[in-house]
């Protein structure tokens, strides 16, 4: 399935491809993509049942989503790139350094798990979504994004954020729901040989820096960055320190 991208930057500079997280769309990733564009091909897609993406009847695997992403980047052309994925982007982004591991120069986890806590809040997320529309749980998912902090000082970006979560469509956001909830890799962390780049939230409730620490300790060689003041959507709210994490990264590539 091919997905709706933006693409920035030179066509001849190296591929960056920036996966979403769950609720979102390629406006997530905004603090970072024009930033890296100087020096990267950067690859935004909208993730399978959310933005201007194709949407599915769930529901769906983890497996499916990363094959959307490698069928896109076919279709582009594209045959090996950077990935940095938030979340449920970062699992994507699991999924490909553990089974297309020739496809990844390398791979930048955030705020994102082997396994995620609470798997029963997502499939009765995935159920209300379903029954009465994703608005009716946005409140609550977007409180999770941003420290309290942050929320109180931009409540503008808050409520904008609110909004992109309320309009993802119902039975993309299940669908993408049940996907989390199946995710389990713990044990096969030890087969990913990509350079591995982990960065955690300090003041994450959905994916807790104890989740990072198990993906750092599971891949061999990761390399594991704390980002205080940040909550779940740690690129957005702290890009001066995870922007320039992501370019170093993507640039050992080379």
Known sequence: MKLHHVIEGPDDAPPLVLLCSLGSTVDMWAPQRRELADEFRVITLDTRGHGGSPVPDGPYAVEDLARDVLETLDDLGVTRASFAGVSLGGAIAQWIGLHAPERASTLALLCTAA??????????????????????????????????????????????????????????????????????????????????????????????????????????GARLESVTDAAHLASFQRPEVVTPLLREHAKGAR
Request: aromatic share 6%.
């Open 115 to 220: 396994l995620f806590p609470n798997g029963d809040t997502f499939r009765q997320r995935a159920q209300t979504a379903r029954a009465e529309g994703v608005a009716a749980i946005a409140d609550a998912v977007v409180t999770r994004w941003f420290t309290d902090d942050y929320a109180d000082a931009e409540p503008e970006t808050a409520r904008r954020m609110r909004d992109m979560i309320a309009a993802t469509p119902a039975e993309g956001y299940a669908g993408c729901c049940e996907a989390v909830a199946a995710w389990d890799i713990v044990d096969q962390l030890g087969s990913i040989s990509t350079p591995t780049l982990v960065v955690s939230g300090v003041d994450d409730p959905a994916t807790p820096p104890g989740c990072q620490q198990v993906l750092a300790d599971g891949i061999p």
